[in-house]
């Protein structure tokens, strides 16, 4: 299978773009390939032939980076990929009884996806939201604060097609298509939805405002 | 008594913080831009900033080693890969502040003589992505960014490039070669990025923070700056808390503040329990106990206690908490994460992850401490990258500390604790 005509001519639009940004074409190859992901919901074989060959590289050279990051897919995830932290803060808290609970409960395990296609499942390390323990992800959004019943609720409102929002994200979920075609670099126009910050992200800025606390002032200090 | 000091943290309560209404007008990059490249380096020398990254090399002096006149493209990357375990500030700060990055980056660049930046940012956090183009992109709107920048003849490009999941990347080496669109795997320094970085030319790789700090140095002077902290670690930082605290959160202070005075601030360790053991940078910088409770946290007073300042990862732990389940789960971490290219690591963490495994699992015997102690010592110092080094730091700290607990899981033919007592509701 190859890209129809019209896809084609699409994702040579995006990438030539891309590639513009960058000083050396090559910069380009990380980019692209959540580029074809976004196409194809995972790291195809027509989407590694294709950054070859707007790259001018050979197809062995896009597999030897493709296979080393952990976000290409070699094979199809769900329409909502779910990751579940279980690094050691995250996993104390309650991640691994997540894990447990949440993986009994789709009949998935790591890097699996539901029968139906609209979730898989994935054992994440350290996402960076650690005051948020236990957290979760979906489609690289945040899901703070976590509870083995909240995950589970979440992951069947994924599979009826609830509309979800998450913690502090977008009002919409986007798929996990569309996630990777931010990852590309290319706008969907939903920066400006949700918090500015949220919960712990303020809690030493809440505790400072009602002590009066405050860096000194330029003229304290001259 | 050390009281917080919100400066890039300030404005987060503004829900239009992300915006340049939110922000401000850039007021730092335009006095930046009518200064001599020069005099800014200076500044920065003077202020004391010390890289938030992790590894506390002064940021002023890093930016010094560029050569000038060499007639070569000089780079800046703004290292935004935060992926350390605990570590959780800089992707707060680019989701509320990201303007004061793409600031920083405007004022670092000029005093670097760089005209094209680039943020390179994990690719696991996707808002925090679309936050950062759309700063830039603002910032672009309004002439901070492009040709002849406000007038002054300076041009500048940045351009936000999303990682793939990979920590290594975070290493500036390797984080580099992922830039330039290869597997993220450490370089042999020498020669060091200031003189070969990216595409072989003068780079400077600066963290987050760090670069954020900036625009208030070039606002305030160095002096306002180093008024902040202790003498040899001046300025503020964010301090990040997790886990067993009433109330984790992002704590902006000067550094030298206490984990006691944080924890007052923070409503202590929760209800009915204490402290056990605590990370003060991240799972790379050795655990910490109770007694550790008033060390200054700034890089010289934490280095004396044998640990690490790191990125003020302060990962809180109470007595219902396994260290040998932590110290597994951590090495189970690095093992994934090593990225093969050198033999101690890559062989390293996959053995200490067989043997902790059978430890946790009370299957081991006394024999085993021995053989984690020596594959960590076989890793520290004899791997290609700080990821290595970091991978035994909570093997050293935790049989340092707690050998006996080590020894209860064997003696009992199981794990001593009960997982769900840790969990959040579990206090319930």
Known sequence: ?222 | MTTLTPVLTENWDRPDSFTLDGYGDYGAARKALRMDPDAIIQSVKDSGLRGRGGAGFPTGLKWGFIPQGDGKPHYLVVNADESEPGTCKDIPLMMANPHSLVEGVIITSYAIRASHAFIYVRGEVLHVIRRLRAAVQEAYDRGFLGTDILGSGYDLELVVHSGAGAYICGEETALLDSLEGYRGQPRLKPPFPAVAGLYACPTVINNVESIASVPSIVENGAGWFASMGTEKSKGFGIFSLSGHVTRPGQYEAPLGITLRELLDMAGGIRAGHELKFWTPGGSSTPIFTAEHLDVPLDFESVGAKGSMLGTRALQIFDETTCVVRSVLRWTEFYAHESCGKCTPCREGTYWLKQVLKRLEKGQGTEEDLGTITDIADNILGRSFCALGDGATSPIHSSVKHFRDEYLKHFEIGGCPFDPAASTVWGNA
């Open chain 1, 1 to 222: 299978m190859t890209y129809s005509p019209e896809v084609r001519e699409r994702l040579e639009r995006d990438a030539k773009e891309i590639i513009g940004r960058y000083p050396k074409t090559r910069s380009a190859l990380l980019p692209l390939l959540h580029l074809v992901q976004s196409e194809d919901g995972y790291v195809t074989d027509d989407g590694q032939e294709f950054c070859a060959e707007m790259l001018g590289l050979t197809k062995a050279e896009v597999v030897g980076v493709s296979t080393f990051y952990t976000m290409y897919k070699r094979r199809p995830v769900g329409e909502y990929h779910v990751g579940v932290c279980i690094n050691t803060l995250c996993a104390v808290m309650g991640g691994d009884q997540i894990w447990e609970e949440l993986s009994e409960h789709l009949g998935v395990g790591n890097d699996e996806a539901t029968t139906d296609g609209r979730v898989s499942l994935e054992r994440l390390e350290c996402n960076a939201a650690c005051d948020f323990a236990p957290v979760m992800m979906v489609n690289w959004e945040f899901f703070d604060n976590q509870t083995p019943a909240s995950a589970k609720q979440l992951v069947d409102d994924l599979r009826d097609g609830k509309e979800i929002s998450p913690t502090r994200g977008p009002k919409k979920l986007c798929s996990f298509k569309e996630a990777s075609r931010v990852l590309a670099g290319l706008p969907d126009g939903l920066a400006g939805d949700g918090p500015s910050a949220a919960g712990p992200s303020l809690e030493g800025l809440k505790i400072a405002r009602a002590n009066g606390w405050k860096a000194p002032s330029k003229e304290e200090t001259e």
